[in-house]
């Protein structure tokens, strides 16, 4: 404003725009979207350099893995099992950390993970593909069904709160949350298909059974199912004591609350009282917490999936550490960290649909 | 509303315009450490069109008394005697003898409830309009278009915008707005009761003059009966025309705003009143009623306000007084009353 002096016309003196670039970026980043996007892009950049230069530090390499394993296995002298494994491997132990991670960030920039350093001509990216949707469903079915019937059992606790039921299922939930997950899997192994005999331990490993065909065919939908059922069982126990305390607390707070109350005395029918009142608002901090367990998916199920042999996401993550081979890692690692920014982001945005307190402004 | 019921009692005792009779009501407590008698052999009649302020200290069962009038009380809350008769188009029912079913569609449209700490009283999720939409559609009214009419038009009558209103969150309107909104939710189904428990308690002294001046003119043009809940004397007498005190869950004096004010006969009332400031008064003639409200559970034995009372004889701890009519109208539970009427005219001649 400056330069528009009062005499001059308006048209000749149209005032040039001052342009500061702070303030321009400040302005810019003042946008809720651009802010989110921002705030995302910098923690997967952070925790790729940091998961990047952390796993080259654990001790052995792939290389040194494999002169292990053909030391061991095949009688092989050092030398013999180093040229071999080096000449096996698209990886050159002595090339500095700091080489690899520019080599990496340039095409992971070009949306390229790399190929597998322990199996040459596979694409990290492939592997991903092939095995993050088994997780997803085996982790997400388990999930859904923790949630739902924890959030429905919480209910019944909280009205019945004080009564036999509510001690019992209390007593029950506590024990199902303080053991952890894998504890379950072992004892669900051992007592039904190991002692019982219930079921066909050897039968039920893998994604499915190696004679089907995959397809969307009853069949196959059916064997996918029947492989998942362990490893989803123990999800369930694993995490649905949780959801049921969580619930019930959070009902109990809500019943309490004076809107409910003035609902009875609206003459209200306890079913829309139930449903609109009490559960609409009891069940809102019950999804921060979901969207938090989306986030965990990948990293909750590695054992579970080992335990049953289940050939998701989680039982690469294993072989690929076991192996050293880090550019798997990497890629794993990334959709971890991607999907916890993306699950965060998604509870913001399903949180101020059920909440109108905390709708952003400026939007209707 | 309730013609559409079979009536299970019918009583003709009730006067023509009585709308509420409660007879000899008591309540108790079951705790732990023993029964609490909330409120004891409670009579009182409410005329149509009339407002009833009930005053007294907290805890004396102002609350428990009028959350009974819709059987809102807690689970430990026993009714142990006593009748409730409520009565509209000439049809008497015992409000205790109504079904579920009966009770939940009497609350609101018959007798609607206006809380403390009304700041609550709406579901933050919902828009007030649906919570209105809900109200009706509870009692059967589901017609959309007459449902949004009669919304703005009692928006209007609480002097709220009603377009603005309307679509509003709970959480995107004052405290004082929230108070008209539960108010105008309050008469949307045409009741014969509203009863207001601390209605502007929460709220600033312009924002409870704005209220209280909706709520005469709003009550003038619906011509429902209230119920008033409040420690706040100079709030009860403007806007009640009977005022009952009600001490350790009884109803110690009962009359006309006139006689409690002026003309009371009860030493608790009389302390009550004398404990209010006023600016023409010294300080330290401020006279407060010494003691705690009585345990409940083992209550004095007699007349319980004797142990706080500063006429109490030997009489007082023995035998609890009757109320009796003095005047017409004019009911008072005291042995002294001539005493109280004695001491009333030395302070006034004091001021």
Known sequence: MATHTPTAPALEAAPVPSFHLLDYLRRFYANYTVRTIFKALVTIWAVITFTFFLIRLMPGNPVEVYVDFLMNQQNMTYDEAYSRAASQFRFDPDASPVTQYVEYMGHLLQGDLGESITSSGTRVIDQIARFLPWTIFSVGLGLLISFTLGATLGTIMAYKRNTFIDHTLSLISSILSAVPNYIWGLMILIIFGVQLRWFNVGELRGTYSPTMTPGFTLEFLGDVLKHAMLPVLVY?????????????????????????????????????????????????????????????????????????????IGSFLYWSISQRDYTSMQGVFLIITISVVVSNLMADLLYSRLDPRVRVSGEK | MIGAVKPTIVENTMKNDVILQVQDLSIVYQTPRGDVMATTDVSFDLRKGETMALIGESGSGK?????????????????TKGKILYSRDGVT???????????????????????????????????????????????????????????????????????????????????????????????????????????????????????????????????????????????????????????????????????????????????????????????????????????????????????????????????????????????????????????????????
Not at chain 2, 63 to 79: C, E, G, Q
Not at chain 2, 151 to 179: C, I, N, W
């Open chain 1, 236 to 312: 369930v126990t694993g995490s649905i004591g949780g959801w049921m305390l969580n619930m019930r607390n959070s009902t109990i707070g809500t019943l309490g609350e004076d809107y409910v109350g003035v609902a009875r005395a609206r003459g209200l029918t306890s079913s829309r009282i139930l449903l609109a009142y009490v559960g609409r608002n009891a069940s809102l901090p019950m999804f921060t917490l979901l969207a938090i367990n989306i986030g965990f998916i990948i990293g909750g199920s590695v054992i579970i999936e080992e335990l049953f042999v289940y050939k998701g």
């Open chain 2, 63 to 79: 609350t428990t008394l009028s959350l009974s009038f819709i059987r809102m009380l807690p689970n430990s809350a026993r009714v």
């Open chain 2, 93 to 351: 029912r015992d409000i205790l003898e109504m079904s579920d079913n009966e009770i939940r569609r009497f609350r609101w449209s018959d007798c609607a409830m206006v809380f403390q700490g009304a700041q609550n009283a709406f579901n933050p999720v919902l828009r007030v309009r649906q919570q209105f939409a809900d109200t009706a559609a509870a009692h059967g009214k589901t017609d959309k278009a007459w449902i949004k009419q009669r919304t703005l038009e009692l928006f209007k009558l609480v002097r709220l915008d009603p377009e603005r209103v309307y679509e509003a969150y709970p959480h995107e309107m004052s405290g004082g707005m929230r108070q008209r909104s539960l108010l105008a939710l309050g008469v949307l189904l045409d009741p014969q009761i509203v009863i207001l428990d601390e209605p502007t308690t929460a709220l600033d002294i312009l924002t409870q003059r704005a209220i209280i001046d909706v709520l005469k003119e709003m009550q003038q043009r619906l011509n429902f009966s209230i119920i008033f809940i409040s420690h706040d004397l100079a709030l009860a007498a403007e806007m009640a025309s009977r005022v009952a005190t009600v001490y350790a869950g009884e109803i110690v004096e009962e009359g006309s705003v006139e006689d409690i004010f002026y003309r009371h006969r009860h030493p608790y009332t009389l302390g009550l009143i004398r404990s209010v400031p006023r600016l023409s008064r010294q300080q330290d003639e401020l006279m407060s009623i010494p003691g705690e409200p009585p345990n409940l559970i083992t209550p004095p034995s007699g007349c319980k306000f004797h142990p706080r009372c500063m006429f109490a004889s030997d009489k007082c701890k023995v035998d609890p007084p009757p109320l009796v009519e003095y005047e017409p109208g004019h009911r008072a539970a005291c042995w002294h009353t001539d005493k109280v009427a004695a001491a009333r005219i030395a302070f006034a001649a004091q001021d």
